[in-house]
């Protein structure tokens, strides 16, 4: 059996160290030997810490995706469009695809499983969601048998890392954000993960599993960390919770939710014990109950091995598909299925701004007052997202960024 | 397809539950019926809630077993000799056997998964271990990419609903346990359950998978939570910490430790959050890291729904041996890759008695005494089991089991 593995970085080298180390047991298991025959790098000069795969390197996609002696593409690029179309030239080309892209497969999921499925080969995305912990598989696996409700979970190591810096050290964002960029838990650019696009990408995949629907980056509602600041941290370690960024989805008959918010929690909670880059996934089914994952949400060899395993199901022949309903039910993203109720800091730079206090009021959501002065902290009533997302696009006419934090 | 149910008490309805419920979707999946044909029970003429399985029922095993209609058999009766002898007779007669029987499989896991390769059909024991809980197949998944290190776990609800119990309402271990069988949390003879041996055998199962050898029951040093009173909770409460029965594996090159004993962790941790009847498995594997895997660790539908799911394996045809290495590799139980510290209270009935005041002088093992007066309680230096077992089976030669506690 030959792989082709496109990309080289720290996914791609995970993967080789790891199928080179269990030789033995792939020889066992396949009858045959398990190669990486070849591997598509950008730069075919760059000297490489791997020295024995050198004739294996080229810089043609088409040299892996036409070779018709490769049985398996595992995709490690990263990106979209090029990722796209290597995977998607692949499946054509009859050969089974692995990846850990969770941009890609969450924008293309349904297509490229129907290829497949067409083609009869896997397409299998273990690594796309919490990196080492395996959650796709086992969630495919209960669906089967679940009607699946409910799932509540963790699902980036970055701003769990951010989160978990400033409540122990009591830092602002942008403090700890910092920490984390030089610690290399971060990017040089951080969007996507601060503001919850990548846990957003990770929740459509699971819930597009769940549910059995087409679930869409669009339609869940989505807002990151980067408001919060160490009085929102001060204000709710006193009143003796913690916060962390959660991914929900909620599914009642035709009815669903879906939201990346930052949440308020209590200490005692399973999801307040995870710390740094650990992801946690819970996931409530009508006759299993609460089933819960928990492991390593990002990492070489941890993502490798989610890589890995995805291999041995091709091997095992152990694949399926997902089961995307065909069917076109009426499908409501219904926000009346969650309230809740939210903290809400609003800090007008020069004193006290009208135009802020007006709003406020005119929106009748306060509930309690916590604290008033440079910065009028309150807890709301029990609202739905269309009044609290209509209250913060408001508020950002007024005030900038820096100067509000919502959290749940 | 056709299923043969061994035994129509709480796991065998409930699997027959699921099976229905779920009729549109196997069908989906065999591409013809999935049917329980015939269904094993004592008292044929006893009165069922589910009426219309009423021609399918015998009292006959081997009217299920000798059926060569029948692929796929259920055992559900429990006990250990008759559920043993059908599981063996069913692989014999080539049909796929799937149990939640820890008791068979702890006591005979390497001769039936042996026949069962031997006659290529499936072996297969998701329930057997955490109830609903998916352990057993992710487990045999990691095994064949990592090496795995250590398997800390609870993997006993009604003892961790006795402790949950002790600590929230400050009762005796006695008291607890009648609250727990009042509530049929505990069985009329709780000694399975509270003396550790349930838990072990559980442990000698995930650990012969983890470890590839085969692991006996009488390999790991057990004891449970029998002799733990009110007095030691108080006592291990002001100090912060709180208790739980663990089942725990270290396996380090060709030496191993097994062990089930009652465990003061401390109230932040992971395990200390898990509740009632839940159970929680951790193992780490060497490039996987930590993984944690929680739900419901009994109970009807989350058993039955583990052992259907062993039913979609063997529907797609996913079912490998489980790797129990035939080398005669030389396997070390090795007591110096644990010490640990304890505590311990000796309460001798009627003021100090001079012979247990000597024992403790001899075996030199306090570091610091806690309390004295009626209640002897100190901590232990670090040490090996066998200096604490050692102690505790003298202890027991002048006080009985209610007037002395030993927690690691």
New interface residues.
Partial sequence: MNIGLLGFGTVGTGVYE?IYK?KR?FRT?VGDELSISKILIKDINKDRSIKECKNKLTDNPYFILDDPDIDIVIEAIGGIKEAYEYIKYALIKGKHVITANKAVVARHMKELIDLANKNKRAFLYEASVAG???IVK?LK??V???DIKEINSILNGTSNFILSKMIKENLDFSQALDIAQKLGYAEADPTDDIDGYDVRRKLAILSTIAFKREIKEEDIYCRGIRTIKAVDIKAIKELGYTVKLLAKALFNENNYYLSVEPNILSK???YA?VEDANNLVSII?N??????????GA?K??T??AV??DV?DII???Y?SCGINQEEDKLCNNTDLVKDIYYIRISPKYGLNEKVLNLIKEEKIVDKIIKTGENIIFTSKDIDYVKISRFISNIKNFINDEFYAVIR
């Fill in positions: 790891i269990r047991i298991l080492g912990v395996p086992p696996q209960q089967t048998l679940n005692d909670s399973f014990k089914g006759d299993i109950g609460e089933l819960k994952f928990y492991g390593a990492g060899l941890p490798a091995n890995v395993s041995l095992y022949n152990n399926g």
